[in-house]
C-alpha cells in the first residue's frame, strides 16, 4: 500500500574510504561528487544514510558537550 519508501530528503552519504559524512544528493549518491575529506565515493543506500544520520547526531551531541 504505502509504496512510498525511497524518500530522501533527509538521507546522509558516507564515504566508503574515510566515512566522512555528507548530506544526500544524487550526485554523491551517483558518485559524480566524491568525498571533501579524501576523495573517496560516497554511498548512499540506507543503511548508510542511517548510519550517516547516527554520526550527526553524535557530532551534535559532541559539539554541545565542549561548548559549555
Ligand atoms: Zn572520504
Ligand atoms: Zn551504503
Known amino acids: ?3 512510498k519508501r525511497l524518500e ?5 552519504v558516507v564515504c566508503q574510504d574515510c566515512g566522512h559524512v555528507d548530506t544526500y544528493t ?7 561528487e566524491r ?3 579524501c576523495g573517496g565515493e560516497y554511498c548512499g543506500c ?3 544514510s ?3 544520520r547516527i ?6 551531541k559532541q559539539s554541545d558537550q565542549s561548548e559549555t
Open 8 to 12: 530522501l530528503t533527509d538521507g546522509y
Open 1 to 3: 500500500m504505502s509504496a
Open 35 to 37: 568525498c571533501t575529506q
Open 50 to 52: 542511517e548510519t550517516g
Open 55 to 60: 554520526t550527526i547526531q553524535l557530532q551534535l
Open 46 to 48: 540506507n543503511c548508510c
Open 26 to 32: 544524487l550526485a554523491r549518491h551517483q558518485g559524480q
